[in-house]
């Protein structure tokens, strides 16, 4: 019942794309409130579409139109999904929208897109206060540094820590720690955290491929290493991705036992090579295991 009458109130309003924006930002409490609307827009989108194609349906579209944008809007706010079935689905409901007689109104809820690759967060972080959606604003920086950390992630396993950093945020928020003021400053800072982060590679002088493996390699507990020794391994890494990029890693070398068993030897004699004695017997064949699994995952 309260879809409904949440629904006839935002019909009542002149600027309905500001309505849909007030709502939203309603919504986005936390993930808990945002999940019990989506899952309650579904119901009532599914109860309208099994009414059809009788006519009679055109009644409830003005409800289950309002409802539908305020889904999508937030749905926009999310990080994009490559296998997102959201477009196929509008498209096919639109057209089944168009088979009803009608005179139900839709609201434009692109007209500001979100665009997750192209946030300016000094300008955001500047204007935030005087946004009138700062909930909305907030769902923007989290979707962006999601995205961000996933790939990331993804690229090097060390920087896990960026990712529970970031889950152990939204928990707080999720259970009303802190308002929504210093979520942002919050997210900010985190934000900050990953673009030095995402240059470090720079620094070290070395490419993003070659840092993966390296910190694999120089992060491990009770390990100091000197200069000398941190650049001996930046060359053993370099030559051990040249290696096995040019000479092992064939094409499916997965699926064949005796080319896995050469791409974890050639590993291992890189590393008998290049690591100094304080990788004793134990951490020297753990290191072995996680810089092999890590090439069996991304190559």
Known sequence: IYQVEFAKAIVEYQDLNESVDDAVEEVLINDEKKKEFNKHARVVNILYKAILPDPSASTYLSVRSALKAIADKIKILEPFQPDDMADVERQIEEKLDESIASEGYTIDYKKDPVDIGRLDFEKL???????????????????????????????????????????????????????????FEELYDLYKDLGAEAERHIKENMSEEELAIFDIVTQREKIELQPAERKKIKEGVHSLIEKLKQEKLVQDWKKQQRYISDVKVTIEQEFDNILPNIYDRRLFTSTVNEVFDHVYQRY
């Open 125 to 183: 972080k500047e204007k935030f206060n005087k946004k009138k959606h700062k909930r909305v604003e907030v769902e923007k920086m989290k979707s962006t540094l999601k995205e961000r950390i996933e790939q990331m992630v993804e690229q090097n396993r060390t920087r896990m820590d960026f990712k529970e950093r970031f889950e152990e945020m939204i928990e707080k928020y999720n259970n009303y720690s802190i308002n929504v003021e210093v979520q």
